[in-house]
């Protein structure tokens, strides 16, 4: 039998997996790397790192019982999108390559929309030009570490800076290059009139195929570290979204996925290229080939929920530990003691700064109406409710942008508990969905390498064969009412606090 691996190159980890040639999984594994924050609001990870990851993650998957390295038949990439890793004229790393949610660039984001247009850069891009995207990261090195500047001959995307060790090829895909702000979004390739502007160079920047194109195939150099043949062909595979969408089969109108993980993410496919002028949500290529999607972006969203276990609850871990539970299981099992609203109690979730729908690299997070009646399973699910509230915002946009929500499908970290999918769905006010194979992105990639490599005529044959959705939630009408109300108050909140970020930012300088 024919396996497929999906490699994910995410930002606390790698993770790697295997599907047949039916779509099912067959084994999975994952290591951690590091995170480096020199600065407030900076993020930074050592490319090195995340090719160890690729290494030990393979090395776990191989070493499954009945995987046989010599039955990959394709590989397919995905990853956290936006990171810039500079290379040199003998495609030597440079620097720590910089992530996606490094808030650093804010300066450089006005300066290429500028230099660029405001106008020009949604016609072509479709987006504004924002912190989290590659574009600002290269004028961020440019202004302030020249040195480095000079000597760039390539900059890859993190997924991509993997296809190079694996393969010996610099390219990339259209979904990946759509969170570039250098990329022509509606005719799928890069933009020379953005590049040329900034002052960059074409051959900086990768061939860019469609998602399930071959891109090259496993050297033989690498192949025997890694425990694979050589030759294996691999796929463009995409951007993390773009290939978690496919895993969760975000394929056709009317579908739309919730991501909770480290960041949160509402996806919703599109026929055709929709904009929304006030940049409020992202217009990307998807990874159908020809197609696109329309998503918007929390920057702290399971992430707020691991800052609250982290910071404040390490009575709930030692609790788990003794019970051989997770502690997130623990936290939310107190915070579904407590009525919606928290009695009054509102969390902001910027933990650092937010994308969707206020692009404010100086936003922060805020418990808003604390009392001394207060607990700290209340506070839990404040945190639980007020990232729901800010997915909310991306839902209203989608269908003010005249996009079909018919079904939507819960995936990640969030998607694992009962109490949060039913918040979801009290928030969203539609039926939430789970999926039977919750793996993210690297399921999306691997069946993108299946597609790629003609086990399935097309994703969507990939998708209606492999992707199966399980239980389902529906809103309950007390909660909707009453969630409604907060929801006007969350909304009310950052407007009038806006101002107080940039002042308490300027004050910490």
Not at 166 to 185: C, K, P, Y
Not at 348 to 366: F, K, M, S, W
Not at 402 to 420: M, Q
Request: hydrophobic residues 40%; aromatic residues 8%.
């Amino acid at each position: 039998m024919k396996y497929y691996l999906g490699i994910d190159i995410g930002t606390t980890g790698c993770k790697a997996l295997v599907v047949d040639e039916a779509g099912n999984l067959v084994a999975g594994g994952v290591a951690e790397y590091p995170l480096y924050t020199p600065r407030p609001n900076w993020a930074e990870q050592d490319p090195a790192d995340w090719w160890e990851g690729t290494r030990v993650a393979l090395g776990k998957v191989l070493s499954a019982p009945g995987v046989d390295g010599e039955n990959i038949a394709g590989i397919g990439l995905t990853g956290q999108m936006h990171g810039s890793v500079f290379l040199d004229g003998k495609n030597e790393v440079l620097r720590r390559a910089i992530l996606w949610c490094d808030q650093r660039t804010h300066l450089e984001c006005r300066q290429i929309t500028e230099m660029v247009g405001y106008e020009r850069i949604m016609k072509i891009n479709c987006n504004p030009v924002l912190p989290g995207f590659q574009a600002p990261k290269i004028q961020w090195v440019k202004n302030n570490e020249h040195a480095v500047y000079e000597r760039i001959a390539r900059v890859l995307l993190p997924k991509d800076y993997i296809r190079y060790l694996l393969t010996g090829e610099l390219a990339t895909d259209v979904s990946d290059a759509s969170g570039t702000s250098l990329f022509d979004v509606p005719r799928r390739q890069w933009s020379e009139e953005i590049i040329s502007t900034l002052g960059y160079k074409m051959e900086w920047f990768g061939r860019c195929y469609e998602s399930p194109e071959i891109t090259g195939s496993v050297r033989a150099e690498v192949a025997h570290t890694l425990g694979l043949p050589p030759g294996i062909p691999v796929v463009a595979g995409g951007g993390d979204n773009a290939a978690g969408a496919i895993g969760t089969g975000i394929v056709n109108p009317g579908l739309v996925s919730a991501s909770l993980g480290t960041s949160g993410v509402v996806f919703a496919f599109s026929e055709k290229v929709r904009i929304d002028m006030q940049g409020r949500v992202h217009t990307f290529c998807h990874a159908v080939p020809g197609k696109w999607h329309v998503m918007g972006v929390m920057l702290s969203a399971g992430g707020s929920l691991r800052w609250f276990r982290d910071v404040l609850g390490m009575e709930e871990k030692n609790v788990a530990t003794l019970l051989e539970k997770d502690a997130y299981e623990v936290l939310t099992e107190e915070a579904a003691l407590v009525p919606p609203g928290c009695e009054g109690l509102v969390f902001l979730p910027y933990l650092t700064g937010e994308r969707t729908p206020n692009a404010d690299p100086h936003a922060r997070g805020v418990f808003f109406g604390l009392t001394l009646k207060h607990r700290k399973n209340e506070m839990a699910r404040s945190v639980m409710e007020g990232v729901t509230f800010g997915m909310r915002d991306s839902f209203e946009i989608i269908r003010e942008m005249g996009i079909p929500v018919g079904e939507v499908r819960a995936i990640g970290g969030g998607a694992k508990s009962p109490l949060w999918r039913n918040i979801q769905a009290d928030i969203y006010q539609v039926p939430l969905l789970t999926v039977r194979i919750d793996e993210g992105p690297a399921f999306g990639a691997a069946l993108l390498a299946a597609v790629g490599t003609g086990a399935f005529p097309g994703v969507e044959e990939a998708c209606r064969r492999a992707v199966r959705t399980t239980d389902q939630v529906r809103p309950h009408p007390t909660n909707v009412e009453k969630y409604e109300t907060y929801y006007r108050l969350y909304r009310d909140l950052y407007p009038v606090l806006k101002n107080f970020y940039s002042r308490v930012g300027e004050i910490d300088k």
